[in-house]
């Protein structure tokens, strides 16, 4: 996952977050198979004889008009149920930050300029597609979907190394952070400046009873509800206001050391609680509202698929993630002087790049963002989405098949715990010579 002290690249990093990943990864495999479900519901759904019906569903009204909810079912999941998702990962990249191995710098390098790397290069290679036309959509193939990524690797990594899986997870969550960053600052087109600065009240007493450690729902959740409701009337992307709320929790530092205070903290209480709903119910949703697009048969799908703002995102996705991320990378290994771990090569980092093209969620959202919902673009940004994405998981799982054989081993080594005290030796000796 990282460049760590003894000088490796993707080195194991130690048991206590080693579990924790593990936790967070069976969740998100489950809300990952949900997603997909959702998606190839839609889509089934809005190429039968019934695809009116799902225009009808998607564009359903419903929300009081007073206070200008009175949204679509579609606006609702990508403004509503999304800033859930957002909550989670502002939560996930406070704890990664704070307590957890990412909070030496040395760890963070690699996976933060990994992200980075793998959000510059799609928007370049987008912009350079479409020079002089539909530039707007250059974000699109910059995100990484947490979910339909870690469904992949449930299918064909099972045994994939505990470092190559928080890499992904790890890489995805700060990949979120610069996508809602991008959101709030080039696609916010009228900014009622009134109700941003409003949203900062609730916002503010949220935070004051958070570190005061206080849990109590009918406190914090009209606050989180008033934060929402403000930065959704000031023009602001919605999901914006599920980041802020989830930075602003709390995590005890010293659980990261396993002190006298250790045990779940206000975020890992949040996390667990809201982690179901984000991968179980906000991320399918959206999935189910936002990938139903009418192919039109091959002749349509091949006019959608050659179109340029199509081909722009296609190789963002397969192409600018994998050589941006990879390339960033080994750039950061040669600088540091590190090596890869023990057991590991190249063509495993270059699997995970591929599968970070996987840009679903998060690049449905930016899309409707970019072009408006409906518009001419809206089907083309869509088909593109989902192919780009089916293709990248393809890639993706192709690279990591080659390399089971060693996953296996690598993994049956992780797991030995010869003295049984429910920690592998192999973490024992790693957390040994990180001290």
Do not use: C
Not at 3 to 18: D, I, K, L, Q
Not at 241 to 262: E, F, H, K
Not at 320 to 348: C, N, Q, R, Y
């Amino acid at each position: 996952m990282h460049a760590s002290r003894n000088g490796t690249v993707f080195g194991r990093g130690s048991w206590r977050e080693a579990s924790r990943i593990a936790d967070i990864l069976r969740k998100e495999t489950i809300g990952g198979a949900l997603l997909l479900a959702g998606a190839v519901i839609a889509l089934v759904w809005a190429n039968s004889p019934w695809s009116s019906a799902y225009e009808d569903f998607r564009s359903f009204t419903i929300g009081p008009a007073a206070l200008h909810l009175d949204l679509s079912i579609a606006t609702w999941a990508a403004d509503g149920l999304l800033a859930i998702f957002f909550f989670v990962a502002g939560l996930e990249l406070k704890r990664e930050f704070v307590a957890g191995d990412l909070r030496d710098p040395r760890k963070a390098a690699v996976p933060v300029a990994a992200a980075v790397g793998g959000v510059v290069l799609p928007a370049l290679l987008y912009l350079l597609v479409n020079a002089g036309g539909a530039t707007e959509g250059w974000a699109i193939p910059a995100a990484t979907d947490i979910a339909f990524a870690l469904a992949v690797l449930a299918v064909v990594g099972r045994f994939l190394p505990t470092a190559l899986r928080t890499f992904l997870l790890t890489l995805a969550v700060v990949d979120d952070l610069i996508a809602i960053t991008i959101i709030a600052a080039f696609y916010t087109d009228d900014l009622a400046v009134g109700a941003l600065l409003g949203s900062l009240v609730p916002l503010a007493l949220f935070t004051v009873l958070v570190q005061r450690r206080v849990r109590s729902w009918w406190l914090l959740l009209p606050l989180a509800v008033l934060t929402w409701v403000l930065v959704h009337e000031s023009g602001v992307h919605a999901t914006v206001a599920g980041v802020l709320l989830g930075l602003a929790v709390p995590v005890i530092r010293s659980q990261a050391a396993g002190g006298p205070d250790a045990g779940p903290g206000l975020a890992e209480h949040f996390e667990h609680r809201f982690r179901p709903l984000s991968a179980g119910v906000a991320v399918p949703v959206f999935a189910l509202t936002a990938a139903g697009v009418q192919v039109g048969g091959w002749s349509g799908l091949t006019s959608a698929l050659t179109d340029p703002i199509a081909m722009g995102i296609m190789l963002g996705l397969v192409v600018g993630k994998s050589v941006g991320i990879l390339g960033t990378t080994w750039l950061v290994s040669k600088l540091t002087h590190a090596k890869l771990a023990e057991g590991l090569k190249w063509i495993d980092a270059v699997g995970i790049s591929f599968l970070a093209g996987i840009g679903f969620t998060v690049s449905l959202l930016i899309g409707e963002l970019a072009f408006g919902e409906g518009s001419d673009a809206d089907d083309v940004v869509r088909v593109a989405i989902l192919t780009g994405s089916l293709a990248a998981a393809v890639l993706g799982t192709i690279v990591l098949r080659i390399r089971n054989r060693t996953y296996r081993r690598i993994h049956e080594e992780e797991t030995v715990d010869a003295n049984a005290d429910g920690v592998p030796d192999v973490y024992e000796r790693t957390d040994e010579q990180d001290r």
